[in-house]
């Protein structure tokens, strides 16, 4: 369960271990290797741009009506963290949604695809005119451990989902949506864009209960994962996706009663 003090987070404490310094000697954490900062704002920028070339390039009944958002993945390089906090943006509107503690993946909710302000801080971080005092460039700490920028899919949405909906059949899944006690219109917006992409996907689909949390509405289906994928596309409010059968001891990161 995601500790209280930082809900964003997400996963499950499995044990504890004294904590053992990596600085120096053995167990060391990988290192980065040596980023070209112009290069990598390139391939970045190049994310971006093809991010936002497919929104606009959608067909309009692609989408729920309703549909204004998009939630996107900021994935890192392998055994490196994000900071989090640098992606997100009040004055624009993006909202950390998610960080998976396992895979180290960030989900923000945007207002679109644009990301004006990451835009700038790679910018700032290519600019070679503009170093911080140390010489190094600004932005680094966010910039480099940036691996790929992407539309959040089912495999971001829920670690290790895919392989457990990997059969064709149908498993009872936890939708974990925008709205919640204290965003009760947004709990409405998801809950019609829910049944309605249900309805679409199959006429025996629908939502089966529901659980408004605190920051996240929570919404039970039984999917098969290719029906999964396409309400996952036409909507633009699941946060979080994960097995609510009973046995699985998986769930999302709430205090939520489970389906038995």
């Known amino acids: 369960m995601a500790d209280e003090k930082l809900p964003f987070l997400r996963g499950r404490i499995e044990g504890a271990q ?15 290797p040596q980023r070209d900062p112009v290069a990598r704002r390139a391939l970045l920028v190049a994310q971006l741009d093809q991010l936002a070339a497919t929104v606009e390039g959608r067909a309009t009944e692609a989408r729920d009506p309703e549909a204004t958002r998009e ?16 992606l997100g943006d009040a004055r624009t509107d993006v909202r950390i949604v998610g960080v998976d503690l396992d895979s180290g993946v960030v989900l923000l909710d945007a207002p679109n ?3 004006a302000a990451l835009r700038h ?8 005119t503009n170093l911080r005092p140390s010489g190094h ?15 959040a899919g089912v495999e971001d949405l829920g670690l290790n989902l895919v392989q457990a909906l990997g059969d064709r059949a149908a498993h009872w899944v936890e939708l974990c949506c925008r ?17 309605r992409q249900l309805q679409r996907i ?18 039970y289906a039984k999917l098969r994962l290719v029906e999964l994928r396409e309400l996952v596309a036409a909507t633009d409010c699941v946060h979080e996706i994960a097995i609510a059968e009973a046995k699985s001891g998986i769930g999302c990161s709430l205090n939520t009663t489970r389906m038995i």
């Open 71 to 86: 939630i996107i993945a900021v994935l890192p390089e392998p055994g490196h963290r994000l900071v989090a906090d640098s």
């Open 202 to 219: 199959s006429p025996d689909r629908t939502v089966a209960a529901e659980f408004n949390a605190t920051g996240q509405v929570v919404f």
């Open 121 to 128: 801080k790679l910018d700032q971080y290519a600019d070679t």
């Open 18 to 32: 004294p904590f053992t310094t990596t600085r120096g000697g053995r167990g060391a954490a990988p290192v980065l």
């Open 113 to 115: 695809a644009r990301l």
């Open 179 to 195: 709205g919640g006690v204290y965003d009760l219109p947004a709990t409405a917006v998801s809950r019609r864009e829910v049944t």
């Open 137 to 151: 460039p600004r932005n680094a700490d966010l910039v480099a451990p940036v691996r790929e920028i992407r539309h």
